[in-house]
């Protein structure tokens, strides 16, 4: 894996459209104390950004990944060499326009792809974390942000945005640092983890530690990896952010460069061969341990567990103002979990805006082009910012 980053770089200078990777240390002087009681020091976190802050630092927007997200959010990632995950999104002219705010995407703790994670080098040891590693929860992953944004003197967040695992971190920002976050996008996500949900991580767990390459998560110190498993991980996950209508519509039971069965277990069908290959250029840019930590913060989410499970006591008080957007078709974090958030907000006398959007692709549309989507972040923000006198550099 290959990790490009340019350092000393000053955050108030412009961007191009690769935007700008940097890589610090934080820790060193204050830990970083995780839910689990344990702490981390001296650690790594990766982010890049783009555009430029304006005089008073109001115009900032942190974006946050998903899952197997990284902070790659446009230009060219140095990891796949792909466009960015959110190019759709993010850019100049673009619904979270870089001409008007300075957008920072943090990878998270416990990725790979740059900040501290089970793959990064145990200082104790001289040699990767695997199992060692705390157990991390999203809590934490904002945490760690919260210390970067200190780090760069970045006191308020005009916006924090996210889909999915992004989602749940903007929620866990307003719920944590309500006094920091003006206004909140959550897109295709929940405010708790529901037992489906730890149902089909758990499947993508067992499916690595399976793997006799996992070697106890051991992998690392050795040349074989566990990529079946982290292959079959993969699949299983990807099957949940898709719709039966969408799969239908895309593959139907359409056989795979034959013209009639093979009567094997090949690939018979293109969805088989659409699955395998989205198992097997996974492995190429993501690390099995790192999966099993970040699923596992996920499945701890729960933001109203101290709460007595009303959600509504989270953000009481809150004067952050929140978008949530849902899409029909989605059945990993439903129409019905984003209402509930909004209701729950509503209830507390939270400004909240919702939006369910009638799209057949799953969960994953919030990465693909929906004008609707674009229409509604875009108005939120631009209306928001009006309101609040942010301007551009």
Same mark, same amino acid.
């Given at each position: ?6 350092? !000393?770089? !000053? ?16 820790? %060193? ?5 995780? #839910? ?13 950004? $783009? ?22 959010? %446009? ?6 060499? =792909?466009?960015? $995950? ?59 942000? @919260?210390?970067?944004? #200190?780090?760069? =003197? ?18 866990? $920002?307003?719920? #944590?640092?309500?006094? %920091? ?28 530690? &399976? ?50 069965? @093979? ?55 809150? =004067? ?21 958030? &909004?209701?729950?907000?509503? @209830? ?46």
């Amino acid at each position: 894996m290959i990790m490009l980053f340019f350092m !000393n770089k !000053n955050i108030d200078e412009k961007t191009g459209e690769d935007g700008r990777a940097d890589v610090v240390t934080l820790g %060193r002087d204050a830990p970083l104390r995780l #839910d689990s009681g344990e702490e981390i020091s001296a650690f790594d976190v990766a982010y890049k950004s $783009w555009g430029r802050l304006n005089e008073d630092r109001s115009n900032v927007v942190l974006v946050c990944h998903a899952l197997t997200g990284d902070h790659y959010v %446009r230009g060219i990632s140095p990891i796949t060499g =792909k466009r960015g $995950w959110w190019e759709n999104m993010v850019g100049p002219g673009k619904p979270v326009d870089t001409d008007l705010y300075f957008v920072l995407c943090i990878n998270v703790l416990g990725s790979c792809a740059g900040t501290v994670g089970p793959a990064s080098l145990n200082p104790a040891t001289g040699k990767p974390y695997g199992l060692d590693f705390p157990v991390i929860t999203i809590g934490d992953m904002v945490r760690a942000q @919260a210390m970067l944004l #200190d780090y760069l =003197k970045i006191e308020t967040l005009f916006s924090v945005i996210g889909g999915s695992m992004g989602g749940m971190q903007a929620l866990q $920002w307003a719920a #944590d640092y309500p006094e %920091r976050v003006k206004t909140a996008i959550a897109i295709a996500t929940t405010w708790r983890h529901s037992a489906q949900n730890i149902a089909f991580h758990e499947v993508g767990r067992q499916a690595i530690m &399976a793997d006799a390459n996992w070697k106890g998560g051991r992998y690392l110190d050795r040349e074989e990896q566990p990529h079946a498993g982290l292959a079959v991980a993969r699949m299983a996950a990807h099957i949940t952010y898709m719709s039966e209508s969408g799969l239908t519509s895309r593959f139907g039971r359409s056989l795979q460069d034959r013209d009639k069965l @093979a009567f094997g277990f090949d690939a018979d069908f293109q969805i088989e061969s659409y699955l395998r290959h989205q198992g097997i250029s996974f492995v190429d840019r993501f690390d099995a341990n790192s999966y099993l930590y970040i699923t596992r913060a996920m499945d701890y989410y729960d933001l109203s567990a101290d709460h007595d499970g009303v959600l509504a006591k989270v953000f009481q008080g809150t =004067k952050t103002r929140f978008c949530v957007l849902s899409f029909t078709s989605d059945w990993l974090y439903t129409t019905e979990e984003s209402r509930h958030i &909004a209701r729950s907000l509503n @209830a507390i006398g939270a400004r909240v805006s919702f939006a369910d959007i009638d799209m057949d692709k799953g969960h994953d549309s919030f990465l693909l082009d929906c004008a609707e989507m674009d229409g509604i972040v875009r108005g939120f923000l631009n209306s928001e910012a009006e309101m609040m006198g942010v301007q551009g550099s």
